[in-house]
């Protein structure tokens, strides 16, 4: 069967490019690995205020409203800000799932439980193989998350950051409206440990980082809340960053994680995917108009595009991090000492999350 564009990922991000394909009556199919949408889930569900307008999704997802972030060189010394737009912890598997079904209206089918394996040039189009089923697309578009399988399909290379995020959600105390930040380096070598609060019980608690992740993981939660603790709902993911050198190929475009859109000092991808699905849409309406599908075409419309927005903040948010892990902790801490708390709000009110 041809189709115009095929996503391969029902995430966020390749739901939201089907949808604004399927609303121009574009032919598109999705496919999924997994037999349901938003499971497992793989955040941690911190986003800012942007995440309504480009997602569209009814604010019915919020668990949680946050306008404080302590940021900790230790235990006992941390910076404490206060935002100026509220940020919102979500409910990602009630996210997922609608827009999943804002996908279904706008009369695009999402095929479950198939996992895509590989495609192959033919004269026009691909051919396209997945565990079940054969199909044709003029375009193929990869929305399959940090170790893109149509990445690799395609020979594109993917940015080698890669961090392992864990997380649960824990109960205990709580401060209801602060997330907290830990740079420690005896919590994360190389990023950093978040607690934040569903409610003044249930924190999800978390971290990642590029190496023995399980060990740092099972010592914060130690430190932070103790070992006689409920916990739920675990977690678990990767976290790939940095900027991607080519996100097209004949008939092929990545977005969302699979293309490395993601803010390198937090690891959060859900806004600037959600901003990539908007460009891989648009791109995908000049390719079906001009007939045409060459990597070259796809770069001009697609790739560039893109980068236009993003590649700024993904580069600011590269050096923040560099400049942030280059501290040991007794300097990060001789840094947050020195820091007068008032001048560290100021400074950071000119801070936006998504370093937009
Ligand atoms: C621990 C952790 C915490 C995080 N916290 C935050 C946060 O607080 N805020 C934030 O903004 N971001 C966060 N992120 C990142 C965020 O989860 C991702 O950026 C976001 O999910 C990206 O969406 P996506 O649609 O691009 O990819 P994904 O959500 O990864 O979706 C990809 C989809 O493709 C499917 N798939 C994969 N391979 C195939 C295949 N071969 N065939 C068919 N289907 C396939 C998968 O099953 C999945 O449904 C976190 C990530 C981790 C790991």
């Known amino acids: 069967m041809m189709f115009d564009v095929i996503v391969v990922g029902a995430g966020p991000v390749g739901c939201k490019t089907a949808e604004l394909l399927g609303k121009k009556g574009i032919k598109v199919l999705v496919l999924e690995e997994h037999p349901e949408i938003g499971k497992p889930v793989q955040c941690a569900g911190l986003v800012s205020h942007r995440i309504f307008e480009l997602s ?3 604010k019915d997802v919020i668990v949680n409203t946050v306008n404080r972030a302590r940021f900790y060189a230790s235990k006992k010394n941390y910076l404490e800000l206060k935002s100026k737009n509220d940020v919102y912890v979500i409910d990602r598997k009630k996210f997922d799932k609608e827009l999943s079904e804002r996908v279904k209206s706008s009369g695009v089918k999402i095929k479950t439980s198939t996992k895509f394996e590989n495609y192959c040039k033919k004269e026009a189009f691909l051919e396209v193989k997945t565990v079940k089923d054969d199909f044709q697309t003029k375009l193929l578009i990869g929305a399959d998350g940090p170790n893109s399988t149509v990445a690799r399909a395609a020979t594109l290379k993917l940015p080698n950051n890669i961090l392992v995020g864990l997380q649960t959600t824990v109960k205990s105390n709580f401060d209801v409206d602060t997330t907290e930040l830990w740079f420690d380096k005896k ?5 950093f440990g978040w607690v934040i609060p569903e409610n003044e019980n249930w924190a999800r608690i978390g971290l990642a980082t590029s190496r023995n992740s399980m060990e740092y993981f099972k010592r914060f939660l130690r430190m932070r809340v103790g070992t006689k603790v409920k916990c739920r709902d675990n977690v678990s993911g990767v976290i790939r960053y940095g900027l991607i050198k080519k996100s097209v190929n ?5 977005v969302g994680d699979a293309s490395s859109q993601v803010k390198p000092f937090s690891g959060g991808g859900l806004i600037y995917g959600l901003i990539g699905a908007k460009f891989a849409a648009e791109a995908c309406m000049k390719c079906l108009e001009k007939e045409r599908y060459d990597s070259k075409f796809l770069e001009e419309n697609y790739d560039v595009v893109w980068k236009k927005k993003l590649s700024l903040p993904i ?3 590269l050096i923040m991090n560099k400049l942030v892990h280059s ?3 007794v ?3 001789f840094l947050f000492n020195s ?13 936006d999350m998504d370093l937009l």
Do not use: A, C, Y
């Open 331 to 333: 300097q990060l801490n």
């Open 187 to 191: 919590i994360s070598p190389d990023f």
């Open 315 to 317: 580069r600011k948010g």
């Open 327 to 329: 501290f040991s902790d």
């Open 339 to 351: 820091i007068e708390k008032g001048k560290f709000t100021k400074l950071m009110e000119f801070m």
């Open 250 to 254: 004949d008939h092929v475009l990545l």
């Open 56 to 58: 569209e999704v009814s």
